[in-house]
């Protein structure tokens, strides 16, 4: 750090993922690596290092697999108490990464307790039995590191950048609350307030936010994907004590629950810390998690008035999850569409009828399902239904005259291949990669595989995949505009059809 | 979710947009006679070899503070219109050329300098530069194309009310400066950006991109003598001429005042408290950045711990330093609830209060010296990032060997040092702020404050700039009178969320 300290402190703010164009643009890019290295030769390395281990004595440690990924591959371990470890070495970074991932989110949570995994994710970084409140921030500041944490549907992750020498204190300080979190209501509360300010300032002010939350509600309305993970206010003011002491203890499980190690540290000598650190956590049977895809037919059209300087257009269909045949192909649709200055849907919104000021499009993730979703904020004066008007077309005319060209497509998989290189240099955008594919259920092969499908990929199958899903029953179309001056309207969400969507 | 809001990147890219010194008027320009072509700018290598991805950089001296008075959001329009049409390919050629590569150009203007910059596959470098050399050197300036970006400017005029963290940042640079160049907008006004011309535009880039002013940035899997001679070879004609020095600045900081812009709808208060201090290249420049490491940079600063650890008011609390040649501004900020905004004001200001007071302990010290160096190095681990503290250092006029001297020179602050620093530095009766929120919950309340905050009061479409040059003292000033807009009007009209009711 220098002295503007912007520099080494902006990649670790992290905005909700709920936000949904980050998380899901860096779902798609953080899909894969290119096969660089054999698959039985980062296998062989892995059972070798089995070996080794039990020369040294070390106990409850069990390989399980390996893939090419990053500069050296990934192996897959497991502790007896079902807690699994990935490591994917770097000998030339100067740094470790350490994620720990639970595989729980606010998917998991029941109707009147939205936000319970969010406010858990807090509480996480308060006192242990034996540490006070401020002393595991504290332990890694000493070392220029700091702590933070995200939550999703899917999933619960929090993470640490450490010198090579302190891999051991941050295991360390993640078994102990992992096991000995001291949630007292004093802690929690206090917690609780400060979530509450998180969601006025990143949702309830945002008018951005509100049209991602309102979208997804409405895509997905009463199922799992359908209730802010943030959690909704009303919900987050009921909150007890309690609530948040049961979902930890019923879901943070060393079943449930994988440690990721990326960059320049030895594999050896981390698996021996971890079997000493983690070893101890009792084994627990993990809750079963609901295996039944999203069903429910999307409510296709809402409006929403926000408070902003001009309305926004979003448009959303439910797609597949990142194991799907299409998925490769839905990524590509999504840069064909929005994914650079020359794509269709920016010279027709942006350019030529300049009814939007940006526009984007992505291909989100989630362990059940997908959501290919495109947002546009328009141009002041502009309303959402002009803009609907103007983008339907564009998506009709993909479908029918003009199909997807060989040369937007090598445009379109270019633009992932840098995106993908770029988020795979450091060691924390490789730990998040290996950590969200860990979480959805996916075996370490997938990102061979979907970088294959991405490479051979032809104008066809991404033409095949955009008439399979860009369809009429499946999309969701959130028309958001800023109130008239006589409008006595507030904060509402009118669904067309179906249950309410909602906007906080 | 994120936990830790302290450290905010559009927080730093506008401190640093509004950090910086005033327009300087260059005489007798070399470049007016027609100078010689053929220069090589200055060139900075980071070399790592995996993965296989450059980024390119290009720095260009002389950001917002290039805009001749009435022209403001020249630099920004320039470089965004360079882009859209280049050395004989016109706009939609120019996007498909950098497509067609994978690479998606990007600019980002602060007050000291402009960044193209673009990430490559390796294979593909040589091509990208060659783009970039006639954007850089050969822009058409297509007046569709420069109305196109003048349009877009004038829209993101409007969405700037659509942000409030933004918003309150944008604010408090014009606010802190005004009168001065630094106080004017680096993205323009409408009536300025309606006044830049053909002729303008031909005039500034000329002066641009004299050799002297220009410095490239390769990163990644390249080396230094194979990025030299791609340089030569593809960015080795730039006409010679001086670098942009822009002089010291200082604007008038006697007395505390505030700037309360109205959100009549908005549930929290986005809140930012400024001071002028040393610039980055002053002695005194180190040891502030270790006392803002005690008073606001980590997660367990004081002023974090204090608003938001133990009183939960708000999302996040931070401190950070911009700086640059002439002057640099000391920024904290947070954003509680309505309800909790003047107390949170009134113990940051006593926080700063006890911290001149007091000074810090040898422990702080020794901590803060811990997690800078610390945090340094981690800093440091892709290209990229090293890339960007280099050209950091390039911009704020540091020494070359700023970046690899940091640690020894945090090292050697001791501690009667940081005690004087801090009283002669840290000059609280002048501490500036700005509040983005309801007028209504806040206006009376921040009159009566104990904080002794001299209140103005603005829409949130006026200037900041051409407020009084000094507020008025609450118990001077007449009763407030809140400049309504067009969209809010009606108190009871309107639209947005369900304002948060107050609790007990």
Known sequence: ?504 | MKRNARVRPWAVALLLALVATSLTVVAAPSWAAKPKRGNVPNLVVVSRPWPKLISVRVLIGGGALADPPGLEGLTALGWSAALRGAGGRNRQDLAAAFDALGVQPGVGIDKLGTTLQADVAVENLEKCLELLADVLLQPTFEPAQVEAVRDEMLADIEHLQDDDASLATDAIGRYLYRGTPLGRPSGGTKASLQAITPASLATWHTKQIAASNVHIGLAGAIERPQAEALVRKMLGDFPAGPAFKPPASKADDSGRRLLLLDKPRRAQAQVVLALQTVPANHRDALPLLLVNAVLGGPFTSRLNREIRELRGWSYGAWSTLAGAPGLSTWALGFAPNARDAVPAIELAVQIVEELRRDGISPAELRFAKDYLIGAHRLGLETADRELAERLRATELGLADDDVDTFEKRIEAVDYKTIQRVVRERLQHDNLVATVVGSAKALRDKLAASAAGFALELLDPGGLPEQTAQKGLAPAQRPAPTVLPTPATQDDDGGAGMEEEPDEP
């Open chain 1, 1 to 504: 750090m220098t002295w503007a300290p912007a520099a080494a402190g902006c990649g670790q703010r992290y905005r909700w993922p709920a936000a949904g164009l980050f998380v899901c643009a860096a779902l798609i890019r953080a899909a894969g690596a290119p096969a660089e290295e054999p698959t039985m030769a980062v296998v062989q390395q892995g059972q070798e290092r089995a070996k080794l281990l039990k020369e040294r004595g070390v106990t409850g440690v069990e390989f399980l697999d390996a893939s090419p990924f990053g500069p050296a591959g990934v192996e897959r371990w497991r502790l007896a108490n079902g807690l699994q470890l990935l490591l994917a070495p770097d000998p030339m970074s100067p740094v470790v990464a350490v994620h720990t991932w639970v595989k729980v989110g606010s998917a998991d949570e029941v109707a009147g307790k939205t936000g319970l995994a969010h406010l858990l994710e807090h509480a996480m970084f308060k006192s242990t039995a034996t540490r006070p409140a401020g002393t595991f921030d504290r332990a890694l500041e000493q070392h220029g590191a700091s702590a933070n944490a995200a939550t999703w549907f899917d999933w619960t992750m929090y993470h640490e950048v450490v010198p090579p020498s302190q891999v051991a204190l941050v295991f360390e300080l993640e078994a102990d609350r992992l096991a000995h979190l001291d949630l007292s209501a004093h802690a929690v509360r206090s917690e609780l307030e400060v979530v509450r300010n998180e969601r006025r300032e990143e949702v309830d002010d945002d008018p951005d936010a509100l049209v991602v939350e309102a979208l997804w509600s409405a895509a997905f309305g009463k199922e799992a994907y359908g209730h802010p993970v943030i959690g909704t206010s009303a919900d987050l003011a009921g909150l007890q004590v309690g609530d948040v002491v049961d979902f930890y203890r019923a879901r943070y499980v060393p079943e449930n629950t994988a440690v990721v190690v990326t960059g320049g540290f030895d594999p050896a000598q981390v698996l021996t810390d971890a079997a000493k650190w983690y070893g101890g956590l009792a084994a627990r049977p993990a809750p079963k998690r609901s295996d039944k895809p999203a069903s429910e037919k999307p409510t296709n059209s809402s409006s929403l008035v926000v408070d902003a300087s001009s309305g926004r257009l979003a448009v959303a269909w439910r797609t597949v999850p990142m194991a799907h045949a299409d998925h490769p192909a839905l990524a590509l649709l999504a840069e064909v569409l929005a994914g650079s200055d020359s794509s269709r849907l920016y010279r027709q919104m942006v350019e030529q009828s300049r009814v939007a000021s940006s526009i984007s499009a992505s291909q989100t993730d989630l362990r059940l399902g997908g959501l290919l979703e495109i947002y546009a904020t328009l141009r002041p004066g502009k309303t959402a239904a002009e803009a609907e008007a103007l983008l339907l077309p564009v998506l009709a005319d993909l479908l029918g005259a003009n199909p997807v060209s060989q040369t937007e497509l090598d445009a379109a998989r270019n633009r992932l291949k840098t995106q993908h290189l770029r988020e795979l240099a450091s060691a924390d955008g490789r730990a998040d990669v290996l950590g969200r594919t860990w979480a959805n259920g996916l075996d370490l092969g997938v990102h061979q595989r979907w970088w294959q499908a991405i490479d051979k990929a032809t104008p066809a199958e991404v033409q095949n995949a955009a008439s399979k899903w860009l369809k009429s029953d499946l999309r969701t179309v959130l028309r958001a505009d800023p109130p008239v001056r006589t409008s006595r309207a507030r904060g509402r969400t009118t669904p067309s059809r179906g249950h309410a969507g909602r906007a906080g």
